[in-house]
């Protein structure tokens, strides 16, 4: 091929021959490298890319491992809370229980200190203060609430072994009438004997009443004797301990026998007339170390 150039200026022609194969292949090696540079630039640019692919996915496998490192951690935190709850709400069930039986034991109003519900508690709403407690702040405050509620639970329990001796101590010590119908027929002191019509001391007080009707005991105690005795006929004698013993005598029969525990207000005897006596009636006497002391004192308790 030949090509010829014609230029304005000053007439100049150019001239160029043009081998065709020489041209083709110039053209086909160009493409080839052309082709080859655009290969190189993509496996370079695809590299790069495969290596910030690679990059990201451990980026993320790391990422992924801390959150699940953190959320172990996380549920490590859950279960130590909810083991912490769930003891502090063993430990209100048995301070709930206990104040049940203070308020049982102290005759207080129980819909007053009802220990089964709610305290009553309320309050204006501050909603421009109002904002959400730390972590470390909740934590603190788990931990001071589970030290007051030791606390309360050891004073509670310091309280109710006060409150139950102070009621043993009631129990044992004789109190009240020994019978639940009668009238006293006899006091205690000197007086004119129903038999000889002497003066002598009479140790108790007579109750009288109906043939039969109950006799009770005036405390808890134990029963150390139970049969006949001179002058008293039918007798029973209640050890109430701290010194205290308590007789009741003249009985038609016996409900209990030696060595038997009786409760206050427990029947115990029948009302009868046996022994130095002149009716139905009970003979009630109260011994403190083994010497007589007036029971007028302690009917009235």
């Given at each position: ?62 990422q ?20 912490r ?16 039986r ?11 200190f ?10 204006p ?21 589970e ?19 102070r ?23 000197k ?14 007080l ?10 009770i ?14 002058g ?5 004698e ?34 009868g ?8 009636h ?17 009917i009235?308790?």
């Amino acid at each position: 091929m030949n090509i010829i150039l014609f230029t304005n200026r000053r007439g100049q022609v150019w001239n160029y021959d043009i081998n065709l194969l020489h041209a083709s292949l110039t053209i086909v090696l160009g493409l080839l490298v052309l082709l080859a540079a655009a290969v190189y630039t993509g496996i370079r640019l695809g590299s790069d890319e495969l290596q910030s692919v690679a990059n990201w996915q451990d980026s993320i496998s790391e990422q992924q491992s801390e959150i699940a490192v953190a959320r172990q951690s996380a549920q490590a935190d859950i279960d130590a809370l909810t083991l912490r709850i769930g003891q502090m709400q063993a430990q209100m069930l048995r301070l709930n229980a206990l104040g049940g039986r203070l308020v049982s034991q102290s005759d207080l109003d129980k819909d007053e200190f009802d220990f089964d519900a709610a305290p009553a508690v309320g309050g204006p709403e501050d909603i421009i203060n109002r904002k959400s407690v730390p972590l470390d702040d909740f934590l603190s405050m788990l931990e001071q609430l589970e030290i007051e509620m030791a606390d309360r639970e050891q004073k509670l329990s310091v309280l109710e072994s006060l409150l139950m001796s102070r009621s043993l101590s009631e129990r044992v010590t004789p109190s009240g009438r020994p019978v639940e119908d009668g009238w006293l027929s006899s006091h205690y002191g000197k007086r004119n004997d129903p038999f000889t019509g002497k003066q002598d001391f009479h140790k108790g007080l007579d109750f009288a009443g109906k043939q039969g009707s109950d006799v009770i005991a005036v405390g808890d105690g134990v029963v150390s004797w139970a049969g006949i005795k001179s002058g008293y006929g039918k007798l029973i004698e209640i050890n109430h301990g701290n010194g205290y013993t308590t007789r009741y005598g003249h009985n038609q029969g016996f409900m209990v026998k030696v060595g038997d525990t009786v409760k206050k207000g427990q029947q115990i005897a029948l009302m009868g007339s046996t022994g130095r006596s002149t009716g139905p009636h009970v003979h009630f006497e109260v011994l403190h170390n083994g010497k007589a002391v007036n029971p007028s004192s302690f009917i009235g308790k």
